[in-house]
């Protein structure tokens, strides 16, 4: 969006700074109708967005180690550009389980009322991707939804045929890059957070225990994530069980083994939510002080 010498402000960031800030104004809101405390809330969760970086800075370097391998101090460079949405759930977690097991918060009232917030990053973070145009590209496809980038979307150089990790474009001919038609894997991430959003609202009308929203949105977005955008994005197979060059599909990347243990955890935990939540739950309400 702005570079001056060696700053670089991208869309990416200043997206997620506002889902960030919508995230806490819906957040306070939802626990203010609970009856608990959304200042202690945002305490917590400042220091989730900072614990959030890091993970998402460690997830993506983990899985995506071709990218630092020339110089791996490029690994802190977190300005530009580079972040895993799994590695963000666990780094942001660690605050809100640190002051649960320390001062005895409501921590899943606090997790559900942040995953509006959280599908809203999804998206927002997205559509980021759009606006620079090299991120969380799509692999080459012949399927009539493919999408030719035009020439003046200069943040997207091109896809080179036969190479599978978007890290080693670079190593591509100028002449042999192809602007498309790829998958538009940018934007079904925008229409995966989308669902959510509506998802995780539907999810808290229905007044299940708190933790259930939670455990649906990590069921949820391991699910859409990995079918709907993962299958087709330009990225390395961990476990290379399919290619079809032709239509743009690969399975099994990284982010996909990785969801499917968390599908199994959530089908697993749900149950133990599924249930009436109490009117005025007292545990939580003498939590939130």
């Known amino acids: 969006m702005i570079e001056i010498g060696s700053l670089q402000i ?3 960031g200043l997206f997620l700074v506002l889902a960030i800030f919508a995230a806490f104004e ?4 939802l626990l203010q109708g609970w009856g608990l405390d959304p200042n202690r809330f945002e305490q917590i969760a400042f220091w989730a967005v900072v614990w959030g970086v890091v ?3 460690v997830g993506y370097v983990v899985t995506s180690p071709n990218e630092f391998s020339a110089n791996p101090i490029a690994a802190l460079y977190i300005w530009q550009g580079g972040l895993s949405f799994h590695g963000a759930i666990v780094g942001g977690l660690i605050p809100f389980i640190y002051h649960h097991y320390r001062y005895k918060i409501p921590v899943w009232a606090y997790l559900d ?3 509006p917030g959280v599908a809203l990053g999804v998206a927002a973070g997205r559509l980021g991707n759009i606006m620079n145009g090299s991120d969380t590209v799509g692999r080459l496809t012949n399927w009539p939804i493919g999408f030719t980038w035009p020439t003046w979307a200069s943040g997207f150089p091109g896809v080179c045929p036969g190479i599978h990790d978007i890290s080693e474009i670079g190593r591509c001919a100028p002449e042999a890059l192809v602007r498309g038609p790829v998958h538009f894997t940018q934007l079904y991430g925008v229409i995966i957070g989308l669902v959510l959003l ?5 999810w808290l009308r229905q007044k299940q225990a708190y933790g259930y929203v939670f455990w649906q949105f990590v069921l949820w977005y391991s699910v859409l994530r990995s079918v709907f955008e993962e299958t087709f994005r330009l990225n390395p197979l961990w476990l290379p069980v399919y290619l079809n060059e032709e239509a743009g599909i690969g399975l099994f990347t ?7 243990p968390l599908v199994l955890l959530a089908l697993f935990l749900l149950p133990r ?3 009436p939540r109490e009117a005025s739950h007292p545990q939580a309400r003498r939590a939130g002080g």
Not at 26 to 29: G, L, P, Q, T, W
Not at 198 to 202: G, R, T
């Open 10 to 12: 991208r869309w990416y």
């Open 113 to 115: 009322a942040s995953i």
């Open 26 to 29: 819906i957040a306070k809101r």
């Open 273 to 275: 939510f599924r249930k």
């Open 198 to 202: 509506l998802l995780a609202f539907h």
């Open 55 to 57: 993970g998402a800075r």
């Open 254 to 260: 990284a982010t996909q083994l990785i969801s499917l």
